[in-house]
């Protein structure tokens, strides 16, 4: 990866454009999970402390171009910041023309990048315009560099200089070490509710790894393709074959799909549902599987024991309903107790991760969703690609 890094810039007195990751969850006004924020903000300070003229600016939601409003305003985001900083962040509504000065050391966050016009669909004449408002562009959201967009490619294109960011560089670095090099055994936990959102990243791992866990509702489709009742769990019946030739290449390689022996059913999807434990031949066909039983999760959790790098994104239960967390409660634990190097990514996964309080126990925790995953199926990263082809 010879991509430009920032600490290798000299920033002083220089426009610094950063763009950051700061999709974060807020009510009433207040952010509610401000991981994101804590990660991307090593390169802001970097920046600030270099005596840059610092701007920063994020997706946030899913606002409609062209059109402010207050749920998918950054002012929250700027709130936070400014409280980590410890003195006041102007946030600057309508930005892409210029018109704004920022003096020395100061930071200020430019309203929310998605209600431009022209920024999804990474128009010539917005990237242009970004660029001209800086020296340097940072690009330090990971969790976007899979798409191409005015703000995290076109920019990239046109600035003077474009480089990564700390987080960027980071978590480039921790994926390549998973996945070009990783120790063996290598495994992958992949949850979710769905096989066809995953299939690619599945049959890309099903060719590296030596252990290939999967979780969720992709587990109930897995387990129908071995021939056992799941009653009316969530599944996908037309990707049952697509399930059982996975499992049998990598049989072929002396590598394996684990299959859940025991499970944990309820009726109907509601926390207060009452959780009971049954051998997964055992499944009535008014069941619906929400986590897997102790057995099984005590032999995934032996698999974390024994690897030497393990992979997890995603849940291999309903873990925010208590009585059908046990599965990915034991699974969290056996990464935080493990000796491999583990890297976690996704939104689900970061959440059971806060949940069980094993933060400091993962090696590496990805603040990507789909670039994560992408990385993962070993696709070319745009908002990379780009970084790449300017440092040459």
Not at 76 to 100: E, H, Q, T, Y
Not at 144 to 172: D, F, K, M
Not at 273 to 301: C, H, N, R, W, Y
Not at 334 to 352: E, K, R, V
């Amino acid at each position: 990866m010879s991509v430009i890094k920032l600490v290798d810039l000299d920033l002083k007195g220089k426009r610094v454009f950063i763009r950051s990751d700061l999709n974060v969850p807020v009510k009433e006004g207040k952010v509610t999970s401000d991981a994101r924020i804590t990660a991307s903000m090593a390169t802001i300070n970097y920046c600030l402390n270099a005596g840059a003229r610092v701007m920063v600016t994020s997706h946030l939601g899913r606002p409609e171009e062209g059109e402010w409003s207050e749920e998918n305003s950054l002012k929250p985001v700027a709130d936070n910041i400014a409280a980590r900083l410890n003195k006041s962040v102007r946030l600057i509504k309508d930005w892409m023309d210029g018109g704004f000065e920022v003096a020395e050391g100061e930071l200020v966050v430019l309203e929310n990048c998605r209600i431009n016009k022209g920024e999804k669909k990474n128009s010539d004449e917005t990237a242009r315009k970004y660029a001209s408002l800086c020296d340097v562009f940072v690009m330090d959201a990971f969790g976007t560099a899979h798409r191409a967009q005015a703000s995290t490619y076109g920019i990239a294109q046109y600035a003077p200089v474009a480089c990564a960011g700390i987080l960027l560089t980071e978590e480039l670095e921790a994926l390549t070490k998973a996945l070009h090099d990783p120790a063996r055994p290598m495994v992958a936990i992949v949850g979710g509710s769905k096989v066809s959102t995953k299939l690619t990243v599945l049959e890309s791992l099903s060719e590296k790894v030596d252990q290939l866990v999967v979780g969720g509702g992709i587990a109930n489709t897995f387990l129908r393709a071995t021939g056992k009742n799941i009653g009316k769990s969530l599944c996908e019946d037309d990707l049952v074959s697509t399930a059982r030739s996975l499992m049998e290449k990598m049989n072929k390689r002396n590598a394996s799909i684990p299959i859940a022996v025991d499970v944990v059913v309820g009726k109907k999807f509601d926390s207060n549902e009452p959780a009971i434990l049954k051998d997964s031949e055992a499944v009535a066909d008014d069941d619906m599987i929400f986590d897997i039983g102790p057995k099984s999760a005590q032999t995934l959790a032996d698999i974390i024991m024994n690897a030497g790098t393990v992979v997890w994104n995603g849940p291999v239960g309903v873990f925010e309903f208590d009585q059908f967390g046990a599965g990915t409660e034991k699974i969290a634990r056996a990464i935080a107790d493990t000796n491999a190097f583990t890297l976690a990514g996704g939104g689900d996964t970061i959440a059971a991760i806060q949940k069980y309080n094993i933060y400091d126990k993962v090696s590496y925790i990805s603040t990507a969703g789909g670039a994560f995953l992408e990385f993962l199926e070993g696709k070319k990263l745009p908002a990379v690609e780009i970084l790449e082809q300017r440092a040459r």
